[in-house]
């Protein structure tokens, strides 16, 4: 059975960093395409960032140049670590693994953790 | 300002039937790419309700449907039930710079 574990938010202050951990089971976090996925508080979700399997990763704008996605395939486990924090990344932060299976992108979502940056 | 445009809220008595819309460009749904649909209430994750378009994850009742022509999505709902009431996202692939999954706005539901 597929699992996704976060961990590692917290309250945090402006310009503080802060490392997000996913923890995979079922599965390696390196034969997919795995995301990051946030949502602030009372607002929609916006993604964040992905690592392909072959290790190519991409950010959105808002995060590009503060967030760093990788993962340590001996651990199974997904990583965020997160520079420079500003209020706006207050949010729900989701991992997300991108199955491909029997022809058809099929995502698979942990439960979340909450980042509060506020001072 | 999301990728995708959803309607804000739609509404429905008990056992009709409501649509959700989803419309995007030809750098995302009009691209080919699949449209996923989740149903999140409110303190918890997303669930998967839709994938490949029309495809239900086992599990998911048959009053849910998913469909997609050309740049636009829509997720149909019948027989409403009370637990159905949640915020609804679609969800897609983007060609552009703009981002690897794009989401929509997300959609209120609420169950008269």
């Known amino acids: 059975e597929v699992q996704l574990v976060e961990s590692g938010g917290g309250l945090i202050q402006p310009g503080g960093s802060l490392r997000l951990s996913c923890a995979a089971s079922g599965f390696t976090v390196s034969s997919d395409y795995m995301n990051w996925v946030r949502q602030a508080p009372g607002k929609g979700l916006e993604w964040v960032s992905v690592?392909?399997?072959?290790?190519?990763?991409y950010y959105a704008d808002s995060v590009k140049g503060r967030f760093t996605i990788y993962r340590d395939t001996s651990k199974n486990t997904l990583y965020l670590q997160m520079n420079s924090l500003r209020d706006e990344d207050t949010a729900v932060y989701y991992c997300?693994?991108?199955?491909?299976?029997?022809?058809?992108?099929?995502?698979?979502w942990g439960q979340g953790t909450l980042v509060t940056v506020s001072s | 300002q999301s990728v995708l445009t959803q309607p804000p809220s739609v509404s429905g008595a008990p056992g009709q039937r409501v649509t959700i819309s989803c419309t995007g460009t030809r750098s995302n749904i009009g691209a080919g790419y699949d449209v996923f649909w989740y149903q999140q209430v409110p303190g918890t994750a997303p669930k998967l309700l839709i994938y490949?378009?029309?495809n239900r994850p086992s599990g998911v009742p048959d009053r849910f449907s998913g469909s997609k022509s050309g740049t636009s999505a829509s997720l149909a709902i019948t027989g409403l039930q009370p637990e159905d009431e949640a915020d609804y996202y679609c969800q897609s692939y983007d060609s552009s710079l703009s981002g690897y999954w794009v989401f929509g706005g997300g959609t209120k539901l609420t169950v008269l």
């Open positions: 997300a693994r991108d199955q491909r299976r029997d022809g058809y992108n099929y995502p698979h």
């Open positions: 690592i392909y399997s072959g290790g190519s990763t």
């Open positions: 490949g378009n029309k």
